[in-house]
Structure formats: structure tokens, C-alpha cells
DNA sequence: CGCGTTTTGTCAGCTTGCCGTCAGCTTGCC
DNA sequence: GGCAAGCTGACGGCAAGCTGACAAAACGCG
């Protein structure tokens, strides 16, 4: 398992790649984000993990080229601490999962071998749960095969329930995923978007379970 | 399950609780030291979940004094983001796990379930005892490897006693739990739960000892 | 900018099914 | 037998969740 970690701070960086070396990856790391896209675009990694306060180039533009360039393998993003904005725009970039920081180093273990085991089981970024199908790279979706075209919040929800898709997820934490911390939101903005996401997905998809939460039927398949 | 959360932030303390109550769990709150002290000596909690940062007296300094009494229930604590030196004197003092803010909710319940699990002496997300099985992943029962589908409050009320299986469970203690002290429920209520969720279960699962209360039939497996 | 189009939050009304209450019954204990 | 603890079926209130409609943003495009 080869490991790329791109971070500029270089206490967290050596931080994060002895725990890495530690868990069994083998971690190269780099501060630089032109040096970052060249080694993630002419290497073999099974995992980058990806610092978005770069220096030089915006981590945010280098996962973009990589995508761009066609590069598939897992990225797990560390975004800033309360930055809603940053989380959204690596998940629209192409990122698989992210961690804000400050993050615990044994929280980063778990994600990088979630990430890394799930890359193992598929040949690309394509989550399947049941009938469904997600591509975090195009950011598409298809049940049975057949494309469903979402608005970015359907598929940021979508996207969510698929990554957790084992377990039942309250509706308190698909809202702070949606919307962030600060809900000034009415109550039922989630239930609206998905009475609308259903609708295009067909029903059997979105379980709920009343006083527990939502869920993918057929789970993790 | 029951949680005491000790938190003076107010909007912190909202998310927690509802957050907490969410996943399953009864969520009480105080922002006072002295109060937490008096509760957490006083009553029965699965986990409490402590903020460092207090008035009127030192998360800390409630924590050593309950350890001094001899209380062990496990204590989840909330250190401030970068602060090493919170971190060791919180294990120092008899946490059981520390959690630095800010952090995601979703992680504070991962966490909140994990040490609820280590406490009763079990390791994994699937608890069982005798034909009962109970994946708090999923938030679904079964018996025997059928799968039982039941309410939030039938799912609650069982979970509790798989926790403390071993031992008989007087109802008052059932229905503090499920609905807390200060509710004054009709004392049938919980009898009226306990038929409905006797016919998902089946008969043999769930036992009563007239006077003294339930108990999981074949305990801890 | 200005205008159409799409997305998304809000509101109101509706459906569903949970669960507390009640009334009557059964069981165990003295 | 008598009493209290506990069980159970029925019922209805009510809150969670769903949905259609509308309006306000957001977006795209000249």
C-alpha cells in the first residue's frame, strides 16, 4: 500500500506519515503542490491524502488536474476547521472522503484503510449499493444502470448516504453535512430535497426508518 | 442508555443533546460544575460527556471527585482543540476518552458508542445475548438471525437491557431511562411497550420477575 | 446588466404509524 | 379468595415525515 500525503505544515506531515508507516502504508510525502500533481500524475498510489492550504498550487486545482487527467486511485481531503466551503468544493473536486482538521492521527488510520479497502474491492471510484451506482469522479448516478441526472445538494446527499451506507443516518447529521453547523434552516429543506432525490431515483432506494433516520436499501451490496 | 452531558456552551450543548438523543440515546444536560458533580454522584449514567472548560468548578476537579467516590461510569472529555496538556491530565484524572473541539458530531457518537460498548465488557457494533442480536450500526434487531423490525422506543428500551443483561432491571429504572426522571408518564406505559415489543421478539427472549423487574432471558451469551 | 431557467427553501395540508391511555383481564402471592 | 403486579387489545391524539405549490435565490446567457 503506497501512500502519497500532501501538507506544507511539516510537523503535521511527519506526524502523519510515521503514523501511517506505523499502520503498514508506505508514505511518501511532499509540501509542494506542483510537485504533488507531478508525482500523483506519473506514480502508482493506493491513497493520497491532501492538504488544501498549499502553497504554489491550490490542492483544490491539483485534484482537479488529476481527475481531469483521467487519475482515479481514493483522495482523502483534510479540510480547514469550520470550512463548510472547502469540504464542498473537494467533494465537487473529486475527493472520496475528507477530514477536517484538527483531526486524532488514529481517526486518519481508520479513513485511509476505509478508502484503501474500498478502491481494492472496485476498479475505479464507483460506490454500488443495491441499484445504485456512483461515480464520485463524474459525479453521476444510475439505478440499474439507467443515468439519473441530480442537482449538486441530491447528489451531495446521495453521495453521503452511500459512503455511510451501512448504517442509519439521523437527519440532525445529513443537515450539518448539507448545510453546515449554523442550521437557520427550516426544519423539513431536507425533507423537501428528498421527496425530490426520490422521485428520480424510484422508490426502493431511500429507506427511512421513522425516528432513526435515512438509509440505502439493500445496504452496501 | 443514558447520557449526562456537561457542557457550558449553549449551542454546543444543544447539538449534543439532540445529536446524542438521535442516536439512540437519553441526553440530559448542565452547564454547571457543581450540578455535574451532584448528578454524576447521584444518578445513573452509561457515559457522561465532559467539557473541561467550566465555571463554578473545573471539569477536572469533577471528574478526580468522582473518582475519588468510587463512581467509574466511563467519562468522554472534551478538550480544547490544540491542548496537549488537557489531554494527558484528563487521563491522568480517570478519562476513559477524549475528544478535542471542535470536532464532528457524527465522530462524538462513534466514540459515545464505543465506550458505552467497552464498558459493558464487549467489542464489537454487534451486541448479542442468548437468540438476540443487536447491530448498533444499523440500529436493527434480530432473533436467531431473523431480522426484527422495531420503533425507536422498542429499539431503545431492548438495547438497554442487552446492556445490562446479566442482572434483573427494576421498570422504574427502565423508564427513567427511556423517558427521563422528570417525565411523569402513566406507569403502564412502559408495560404496554413491553407487550408490543414481547410479540416482535417472541416469547423466551425477555423475562419478568414480579416485583423486582425484566431481565434478558439466557443473558450474555 | 436584464431575462429565462434551474435550483432550493418555505409553507400548508396531508398521511402514516407510533405510543400513551384506558379498561378489563391474568397471574402470582399471602 | 382477595389483592396487587403485570399483561393485553383497542383506540385515538399527535408528531414525524411526505408532498405539491409557490417564491426567492442562484445561475446561465446573451
Same mark, same amino acid.
Not at 509540501?31 to 488544501?52: C, I, P
Not at 490542492?59 to 487519475?71: E, I, N, P, S, T
Given at each position: 500500500?503506497?501512500?502519497l500525503?500532501?501538507?506544507d505544515?511539516?510537523?503535521? =506531515? %511527519? ?7 506505523d @499502520? !503498514?502504508?508506505?508514505v ?7 510537485? @504533488?500533481w507531478?508525482?500523483?500524475d ?5 491513497? +493520497?491524502?491532501?492538504?488544501l492550504?498549499l502553497?504554489s498550487m491550490?490542492?483544490?486545482? +491539483?485534484?482537479?488536474?488529476w481527475?481531469?487527467a483521467?487519475?482515479?486511485m481514493p483522495?482523502? +481531503? ?7 466551503q472547502e ?7 473529486? @475527493?472520496d472522503d ?5 483531526f486524532?492521527?488514529?481517526?486518519? +488510520? =481508520? ?6 479497502? %474500498?478502491?481494492?474491492g %472496485?476498479g475505479?471510484?464507483?460506490q454500488? @449499493? ?5 461515480d464520485?469522479?463524474r459525479m453521476t448516478v444510475?439505478v ?8 449538486a445538494?441530491e447528489y451531495r446527499?446521495i453521495?453521503?448516504?452511500a459512503l455511510? !451506507?451501512?448504517?442509519?443516518v439521523?437527519p440532525?447529521?445529513?443537515l450539518?453535512?448539507?448545510?453546515g453547523d449554523d ?6 429543506a ?8 426520490r %422521485?428520480?431515483?424510484g422508490t ?13 436499501e439493500g445496504?452496501?451490496a
Amino acid at each position: 500500500m503506497r501512500i502519497l500525503a500532501v501538507e506544507d505544515d511539516a510537523r503535521i =506531515a %511527519r506526524d502523519i506519515k510515521t503514523t501511517l508507516a506505523d @499502520a !503498514g502504508f508506505r508514505v511518501e510525502t511532499t509540501a509542494d503542490g506542483e510537485d @504533488a500533481w507531478f508525482l500523483g500524475d506519473t506514480e502508482e498510489y493506493d491513497l +493520497v491524502v491532501l492538504d488544501l492550504g498549499l502553497p504554489s498550487m491550490d490542492g483544490l486545482a +491539483v485534484l482537479k488536474k488529476w481527475r481531469a487527467a483521467g487519475r482515479e486511485m481514493p483522495v482523502l +481531503v483534510l479540510t480547514a476547521r469550520g470550512s463548510w466551503q472547502e469540504r464542498v468544493e473537494g467533494i465537487e473536486a473529486g @475527493a472520496d472522503d475528507y477530514l477536517p482538521k484538527p483531526f486524532r492521527m488514529e481517526e486518519l +488510520v =481508520a479513513r485511509a484503510r476505509a478508502l484503501v479497502r %474500498r478502491a481494492a474491492g %472496485r476498479g475505479s471510484a464507483l460506490q454500488q @449499493a443495491g441499484p445504485l451506482a456512483i461515480d464520485t469522479n463524474r459525479m453521476t448516478v444510475s439505478v440499474n444502470g439507467v443515468p439519473v441526472s441530480l442537482t449538486a445538494l441530491e447528489y451531495r446527499l446521495i453521495a453521503y448516504l452511500a459512503l455511510h !451506507g451501512d448504517r442509519v443516518v439521523p437527519p440532525s447529521e445529513l443537515l450539518e453535512h448539507l448545510y453546515g453547523d449554523d442550521d437557520a434552516r427550516e426544519a423539513n429543506a431536507l425533507e423537501a430535497v428528498m421527496t425530490r432525490l426520490r %422521485r428520480k431515483l424510484g422508490t426502493g432506494v431511500i429507506g427511512t426508518r421513522r425516528g432513526f433516520g435515512y438509509f440505502l436499501e439493500g445496504g452496501t451490496a
